[in-house]
């Protein structure tokens, strides 16, 4: 099995080179792919990669 890299808020924030906060609002707003385990927001990074690629016009 393939191991599976998941990050934090602050590492998703450090890795897009936003704010926290930017990510809450796009959480908010369902624009950017995630997890919620045990009441905390994980990000896998395979879908933060795909995500981001799926955006470029």
Known sequence: ???EV???IE???D???V???TIYEWLKNG???A???IGQW???KEKIDAWLDSKQS
């Open 1 to 3: 099995m393939a191991y």
């Open 6 to 8: 998941l990050m934090t």
């Open 11 to 13: 590492e998703v924030a």
């Open 15 to 17: 890795y897009l080179r």
């Open 19 to 21: 704010k926290k906060r």
């Open 31 to 33: 624009k950017i792919p």
């Open 35 to 37: 997890i919620k385990t």
């Open 42 to 44: 994980r990000f896998k």
